[in-house]
């Protein structure tokens, strides 16, 4: 399963092709499975694969959707926010359900950013999406992934990237022992 982190970044350039259909129930199913507080499962999810669509929501905010315009695949992470107070995190636990599960299958992933942010001055993002997709009022739009094959490989990050003095032992900023056998003392 590390080989997965490891090996997951963020893809932002999509070939041309098509998400075949049981790849697209397979990262379905992923997110279904996320877990959720008291099991509530506030989430909902809409799949778009409409290349007129996916150029609304590339408009959604200035900047960081873009790249929604050339994905050949996205999915809509919404919260039921009248089924939970932590909806936000049960999303965000489902959206990134998504993303490795797409690494597993061979694809590239991008998460973009909706909660919080605007279409315009005068509009959100969600509100934008909202408009455009049909969604329920009791419906809050987190994020959107984009999801479809790689143009590029990027490397994979490695054990120098794991940031240790970010842990602590028992009490804040006493070093961590779980360093790895490649990164220097």
């Not at 050949?72 to 919404?78: E, M, Q, S």
């Not at 240790?164 to 070093?175: A, D, L, P, T």
Request: overall charge negative; glycine content about 4%; proline content about 5%.
């Amino acid at each position: 399963m590390l080989d997965i982190f490891y090996n997951r970044r963020s893809t932002r350039k999509f070939q041309d092709k098509e998400v075949e259909e049981e790849k697209i129930k397979k990262l379905l199913t992923a997110a279904l499975l996320a877990p959720s507080s008291k099991g509530c499962r506030p989430w909902e999810f809409i799949v778009v694969d409409d290349k007129s669509l996916l150029e609304l929501l590339a408009g959604a905010k200035p900047h960081g959707a873009s790249l929604l315009k050339h994905a050949p695949l996205a999915i809509i992470i919404t919260g039921d926010k009248t089924k939970s107070d932590v909806w936000i995190e049960d999303c965000s636990i489902a959206s990134i359900f998504i993303q490795l599960e797409a690494e597993a299958l061979g694809l590239g992933s991008c998460w973009v950013q909706i909660h919080r942010r605007y279409f315009n001055d005068d509009i959100t993002s969600n509100e934008y999406i909202h408009e455009h997709f049909n969604i329920p009022e009791r419906l809050e739009v987190l994020s959107i992934v984009g999801i479809g094959y790689k143009l590029v490989d990027r490397p994979p990050l490695t054990d120098r990237d794991i940031l240790w003095e970010k842990v602590s032992n028992n009490r804040y900023n006493i070093q961590p022992i779980y360093k790895t056998s490649e990164e220097p003392e």
